[in-house]
Every structure is written in C-alpha cells, then in structure tokens.
C-alpha cells in the first residue's frame, strides 16, 4: 500500500483523529481592537445575495465581509514592517503549510496571571522533557485562554490599564525567530503578542521578531487541549490573496491514536 492509502486508511479507522482547532467564523467573532487613532478591522459578516427566492430561485449564497486577521487567521510575514519584504500569504510554501506541532501549556500559570510572558527558560524546560522543537514545524502555546472565546470582552480583557492577555517575552520572541528551527507560532489569543506588548522592547515583539525572521503566526485556536505535546501533525489552510498580509484559515491537526 502507498504511503498515502495507508493515512486514508488510518483515518477511516480511527487510528488518526482530525481534530479542528478553527474558532467557527460569524458576528460575534472576537476581533481586535486598537485604541485612537489607529484603523479597526471589522467584524466577520455575511451579506445575503439570494435565497432560494426571486433573486436566484433554487441556490443560496452569500457575501462575506471580513478582515484578513480575523477569527483563526495566519500571520504572513509581510503583515509587519520587519518583514514587509516577505511572503505574502498567496506566497506561503506549501510544505509550510502541513507539519510537525509542539504544543507547549502553560495554562496553570496563567490562570492566576493573565498578563504571564512565554520566557526561554520555559521552552528549554519543555525541551528537556519532550525533546527539541521540531525542524519545519509548529510551536503552540497553549494558555487556556479559548475559554473566553465566546466573549469579545472576556476575550481581550481589557480595563483601563490596558488589555491583559498572555504572550510572549521579547528575549523569547528573538529566540523563537533566530535559533530554533520552527517555521511558525501558534496561540488561542487574538493575537501572537501579550496584551501588554505595545509597552515592550521591541513594541509587538513576537511579530517584530517571528514575522521578521520569515516565519509565521498563527491564532485564534481552538481545542488545543486535546492535542499531545509532541507527534501530531499541524494543517494550515488560508486563502491564497495575492498581495494580502494573512488570512483566515481553516487549521486541523492529525492525531494518532492507539487501539
């Protein structure tokens, strides 16, 4: 059998599970929202073109009006002035788009710290028990925080010191970019930055840094609870706009499962 029926095979007998990790797409999507004076993406609609009635009598089907950030979306490097000479996300390398997955949790943590900050220490304590982040793949950092997710407020948490969502420290941010193999970087956030990343150095260190490098971001995810630290594999599927900084995306991971 071909390497490739073998896979069907697999998921057709429950060997490999699909597991979606796409926050679904309607309104009440959580977006971000920047202060004064910077522009706003909008809220993820559907504008009705017809309807099984007079304006188009046996099909349905509709506008969609969104943002390329919104919901679960991929970062493409050019979404960022340090990479602005990158990929746009038309441009992705396919073979970016299926691989390996680290998923490192630090939820305990930040349930009593939403503001917590991904730090070196952390991921090489992750290596030391479950072995170096993988070549060409994906690291997730998984905080939780898809629990929220039903609620824009609860979601970007913001009070009048600002938003306080977890992130990534600016010396990991760098770390992650240069000296590990990883392609990409994946959070349940809004965003692959801390809420308090504008008061950082660099500002927005994870895309400053992981965008710059040529690498990608990945967010918005769902249902990482239910995937392994290591061993599964990551499917990244934005719509290929030409020109365009990222994209929603419908992400998937395949898990093999014993018995």
């Not at 993820?44 to 509709?62: A, C, K, M």
């Not at 990534?168 to 770390?175: G, H, K, L, Q, T």
Request: hydrophobic share 35%; glycine share 10%; charged share 20%.
């Amino acid at each position: 059998m071909s390497v490739l029926t073998d896979v069907l095979s697999a998921i057709h007998n429950n060997h490999v599970e699909i597991i979606d990790l796409t926050a679904p797409l309607e309104s009440t999507t959580p977006v971000l929202r920047l202060p004064e004076p910077f522009a706003n993406t909008i809220n993820f609609q559907l504008e009705e073109i017809s309807r099984y009635d007079e304006r188009g009598p046996r099909w349905y089907w509709n506008n969609i009006h969104t943002g390329e950030h919104t919901g679960t979306h991929l970062d493409a490097p050019n979404h960022w002035l340090s990479g602005k000479d990158g990929f746009d996300v038309s441009q992705v390398p396919l073979r970016n788009l299926i691989g390996p997955v680290a998923v490192l949790d630090a939820s305990d943590r930040v349930v009593d710290d939403p503001d917590f900050l991904l730090q070196i220490d952390d991921v090489r304590a992750w290596e030391s028990e479950h072995g170096p982040l993988p070549d060409g793949g994906w690291l997730i950092f998984r905080t939780g925080w898809d629990t929220r997710a039903a609620d824009q407020s609860e979601f970007l948490n913001v009070d009048n010191t600002g938003s306080h969502t977890p992130g990534v420290s600016p010396e990991c941010a760098r770390w992650l970019a240069e000296e590990t193999p990883i392609i990409g970087f994946g959070v349940e956030t809004v965003g692959t930055d801390a809420g308090k990343a504008p008061e950082l150095d660099p500002p927005f260190p994870c895309h400053e840094r992981i965008l710059g490098a040529g690498k990608f971001g990945l967010t918005q995810l769902r249902n990482v609870d239910r995937l392994p630290a290591t061993g599964a594999v990551l499917v990244v599927s934005p719509l290929p706009i030409v020109g365009g900084s990222g994209s929603p995306a419908r992400v998937l991971a395949l898990v093999e499962r014993s018995g």
